[in-house]
């Protein structure tokens, strides 16, 4: 295990700079969100920053294409491949939940290029954590605040710097490249105070599961959709929502084909062309998202597709998120 | 419990007993003390878990929007929800007769975040006293300022009560006057500052529609943003400023200050900025004293022959 100083960190950034896009915690009119960094200074005391890793790896919006041309003679031009990036300050349970939908990704017959070529760029560089805020949940989800999983390098946060662990081949590399940077650890403190940071939202909600033919047509479903506004905030800051719709947008005679988020809260997210819309009611979209990380997720990758990371909690104007819905499941009464 | 929160419970169950209302919206317990939730009673059991407390925060008009029961929908109203309702009916997007509006007045609703972050603490309770709100959690009852524990949509409110209500719960207190602070600062500042402030506002805009759904002014059947041939779904900042842009124009004339579209934004893009200048522009442009209120005559919202201004090329008479 090596040591960082505080004082070097920047110095680290701008050495990766050199040939990578890097990331970084900075905070923006009061609130930390992972930019572009150009040596600002680097947010500490957030818990989570209002974008996950997953907005990074998989933008908001990519394109896909570009074309050119008239009826008969069009020119295709593929998205140029990503530059290298490193992103430092994400969290535990971000990283875990960018592992968990590059699996939905790459793994199987059919890979995503798009996002196979972006993860591959990408170096994650996650920091433990040191506090939770009441929305945290990452232990019911079976992961803490110091999972390795999805992570290349763990930093874990002390009063003068960081303990720096490489956890694969990338983060040995970054290591290397840190040479002069780094001190050998004295002790191990931080790594345990990370580890042993008490959550505040417990249990083995990780455990639930629903299956549709227990829970399909539940009367519980009626009774959450009510609230729900219909829009797509829990979708848009969840770590390990990836809904992708692909749409032109044309100029004249050129164009480029986009990739980029959906979400199943919107009304017209299963609208067909020729007019049917496959879930017209609320009750159907808000199901769909329950149903989605507990049942269908876990019956495909055999895990539920939630990294407790609290983001609809903090942000769902109706409090309509996962762990209340987590702990409703256990007490509900199956249909 | 209070004696406002002992008649509203009273009030809803007869209103469900007899038939006059077939839902009841309001507030109901949540996941935890601080946050109820909006709350949908059908039946006296229903009606006998309805809460009323400085923690009620959610504004509640638009879910008229959303019932499809046959029968008509009671509903608890702040000012900002009575407003809320008085724009749908004027808007003709929910009938008078379909709306049971039980009217309450409100001191401004505790923020549970800012709550928290006062108190150290997950609060348990909140209490307003004037210009004090009394916070209490495990370790005991303290006491802050105001306007460090409210919601910010809470603290330029003019609306404590709505203007007209079928039963009221408490004496109704007056309507106070809106002031537009943010706006003139905003102002003084020159274009290119002001493109640089809005530029680093938009460009966190993550188009979750938060906004959109939260507002009861912005409650088309079918919404131009979500059609690609008026704005495509890339996300850009030029698509971001179009959307916001469409959005503040869209409500110009109609916003009813609730402040629920800021509230709602995970990214806290301050929308009430953008709405807050149309107020004041149509309150000095056009003498209406109130522009958030719904009033006969909607400045931005009506055709009228006798126009005195013209509305054709170079300004000549139709």
């Not at chain 1, 996950?52 to 933008?59: A, E, G, I, R």
């Amino acid at each position: 295990m090596k040591f960082i100083a505080a004082a070097k960190l920047p110095l680290l950034l701008e050495r990766l700079g050199r040939h990578s896009q890097v990331y970084a915690p900075v905070a923006v009119d009061g609130r930390v969100w992972l930019s572009p960094w150009t040596g600002e200074d680097i947010a500490g005391g957030y818990v989570n920053p209002v974008n996950s890793l997953k907005t990074l790896v998989y933008p908001q919006t990519e394109a896909v294409l570009e074309f050119e041309g008239g009826e008969t003679d069009v020119t295709v031009r593929e998205a140029s491949p990503p530059a290298p990036q490193v992103i430092f300050g994400g969290r535990p349970c971000d990283a875990a939940g960018l592992d968990l939908i590059a699996r939905v990704f790459m793994e199987g017959p059919f890979v995503d290029e798009l996002f196979r070529r972006r993860r591959e760029a990408t170096t994650i560089m996650t920091v433990a954590c040191r506090q939770a805020a009441p929305s945290c949940f990452c232990r019911a989800m079976g992961l803490s605040p110091a999972s390795e999983r999805g992570s290349d390098v763990l930093f874990f946060p002390g009063p003068e710097g960081y303990l720096v662990e490489a956890l694969t081949e990338a983060g040995e590399q970054i290591l290397e490249q840190a040479a002069g940077l780094l001190d050998d650890a004295t002790g191990d403190q931080a790594r345990r105070a990370c580890q042993e940071l008490p959550v505040p939202l417990a249990g083995d909600l990780n455990t639930v599961r629903l299956t549709p033919e227990e829970g399909f047509e539940h009367p519980y479903w009626e009774h959450l959709a009510r609230r729900c506004r219909s829009c797509g905030t829990c979708t848009y800051l969840c770590p390990t929502c990836y809904c992708t719709a692909l749409f032109d947008v044309t100029r004249g005679t050129r164009g480029r084909r986009l990739r980029g988020w959906d979400c199943c809260q919107f009304k017209d997210f299963l609208l067909m062309a020729g007019g049917h819309n496959a879930r017209p009611q609320k009750k159907q979209r808000v199901r769909n998202r329950f149903l989605h990380k507990l049942s269908y997720h876990p019956a495909n990758y055999g895990e539920q597709a939630c990294v407790g990371c609290g983001r609809c909690v903090d942000n769902c104007p109706v409090c309509l998120h996962m762990a209340g819905v987590l702990k409703d499941l256990g007490e509900v009464e199956r249909a | 419990m209070s004696e406002r929160e002992s008649r509203l419970r009273s009030l809803a169950e007869e209103l469900l007993a007899s038939g006059q209302v077939r839902t009841f919206i309001g507030f109901g317990p949540g996941y935890e003390p601080s946050r109820p939730l909006p709350w949908f009673a059908q039946d006296p059991a229903g009606a006998a878990q309805l809460l009323l407390n400085p923690f009620c925060g959610a504004t509640l008009a638009r879910y008229l929007l959303d019932d499809g029961s046959p029968g008509p929908v009671g509903v608890l109203a702040r000012g900002c929800d009575g407003l809320g309702i008085e724009r749908l009916l004027a808007d003709r997007r929910v009938s008078r007769d379909r709306v049971h509006v039980v009217g309450v007045t409100c001191r401004g609703a505790v923020d549970p975040d800012k709550a928290y972050r006062e108190a150290g603490d997950t609060p348990l309770s909140a209490e307003l006293e004037g210009e004090r709100v009394l916070l209490t959690t495990a370790s005991g009852t303290r006491e802050f300022p105001r306007a460090s524990c409210l919601y910010d949509r809470c603290l330029s409110c003019a609306d404590p009560s709505p203007r007209w209500a079928d039963d009221w719960l408490d004496e109704p207190l007056p309507p106070g006057k809106r002031e537009f602070p943010d706006v003139a600062g905003l102002e003084q500042q020159d274009a290119d500052r002001r493109y640089a402030f809005w530029t680093r506002q938009f460009s966190r805009c993550l188009r979750c529609h938060a906004c959109r759904q939260a507002c009861p002014a912005c409650h088309c059947v079918s919404c131009s943003l979500d059609h690609p041939e008026w704005l495509d779904g890339g996300i850009s900042l030029d698509n971001n400023f179009m959307y916001h842009f469409t959005r503040a124009y869209h409500v110009a004339g109609r916003c009813i200050a609730c402040g629920e579209c800021q509230q709602a934004c995970p990214a806290q893009i301050p929308l009430m900025l953008l709405n807050d200048k149309f107020m004041r522009d149509i309150r000095d442009l056009f003498g209406v004293c109130h522009p958030h209120r719904p009033q006969e005559k909607e400045p931005l919202g009506q055709f009228c022959p006798d126009d005195p201004e013209g509305w054709r090329e170079g300004g000549a008479q139709p």
